[in-house]
């Protein structure tokens, strides 16, 4: 069947519109529950999930590349996840993640700011100022995230297949257009796009067995062999290491092999100047 996810800023009718889509076509609806699998899986506070893949990189971000490990996991937890089909999935970064999947319907809500403030106002107590600035504030946020991660703004069309104003339709119409869309069949899931989908998980899943090592690693597969390229740390320079992750990789995922697009490069051994000297 089909995979749809769908975008929305906060106060869009966004998750009222996957709801009830979901209950609509019989699917399995996730959003927020993904976080707390992932949180579990690598043991990681929830808050700090939800920072990196809502907040743009900070300069420290930028040096510890914290922010990449978290995203690698959620990632990881997420494709497969989605592996299942049959889901309609609201939240963050699943346009970026399913990029590429054939059977994904990438769908874009969008509302009215006068609205977005009204319901902003109504939920949070708070005053039409504040609301207005809590709003923009976190729009910035999610593009610039998008922009520093992908080079890609979340609000750029071309994102998605869909992009619908919830202002010009009600919630209703809106699920009855996604719900049309998806019974015609043109996103259902072919052997083709599923197996690019579970190749894809397969990817995520190996970045993050080796994401704590090396978080700009770069993973490649065919036919079964794994090349990893890009490397940091000690899965540069330590052939020992490497041997090991290697091991481990191709024992978790039944790998045909696992190679290193460049050999070990050895550090450079300490040269004394005044050696020899009389």
Known sequence: ?????ISRGSYSRGKEVAEKLAEKLGYECVSRDILLKT???FAIPEIRLVKALHDAPSVLDRFSHGKERYI???RSA???HMVKDNIVYHG???HFFLHGINHAMKVRIISNMEDRIKEEMKRENSSAEEARYLLKKDDDERRKWGLSLYGKDTWNCSLYDLV?????MTVDDVVGILEGVTRQGRFDATPESTAILKEQALVA???ATIVNFSPKATVDIKDGVVSLGNLEGGLKNDEDLRQKTAERL????GLKNVVFAKPVKAKKDHINPFYNLE
Do not use: K, P, Q, V
């Open 92 to 94: 963050l970064s699943g």
């Open 250 to 253: 191709i024992n978790t995922y």
């Open 78 to 80: 997420f494709l497969n």
């Open 205 to 207: 899943n190996i970045h």
């Open 39 to 41: 949180c579990e899986e």
């Open 1 to 5: 069947m089909a995979i749809i996810s």
């Open 164 to 168: 619908l104003h919830i202002n010009s």
């Open 72 to 74: 690698s996991y959620f």
